[in-house]
């Protein structure tokens, strides 16, 4: 579980990028009710290893997070 301070972080760095983790979730999948379900997988996912981020391109990590969801779904 992450703490206050990486909890505001995430906040942050990631969620800005939801509309984008959508949008590609909607691509891979073909239907949108299935992107809403793998992009919120993917975003638990992120939230969950977070403390293994440690810098670079946030929205890079997340789409990679949403990509490998997406193909396991």
Same mark, same amino acid.
């Given at each position: 579980?992450?703490? +206050?301070?990486?909890?505001? %972080? #995430?906040?942050?760095l990631? =969620?800005? *990028?939801?509309?984008?983790? *959508? $949008? @590609?979730?909607?691509? @891979?999948? &073909?239907?949108?009710?299935?992107?809403?379900?793998?992009?919120?997988?993917? =975003? @638990? %996912? +992120?939230f %969950? #290893? #977070? *403390?293994? #981020? *440690?810098?670079?391109?946030?929205?890079?990590? @997340?789409?990679?997070?949403?990509? $490998?969801? &997406?193909?396991?779904?």
């Open positions: 579980m992450l703490d +206050s301070q990486d909890q505001a %972080r #995430f906040e942050m990631v =969620l800005p *990028h939801l509309d984008a983790a *959508h $949008n @590609l979730a909607r691509w @891979l999948l &073909c239907s949108s009710a299935d992107a809403e379900d793998a992009a919120q997988e993917a =975003l @638990l %996912r +992120s %969950r #290893f #977070f *403390h293994a #981020f *440690h810098g670079g391109d946030v929205r890079a990590w @997340l789409l990679q997070i949403v990509r $490998n969801t &997406c193909y396991t779904w």
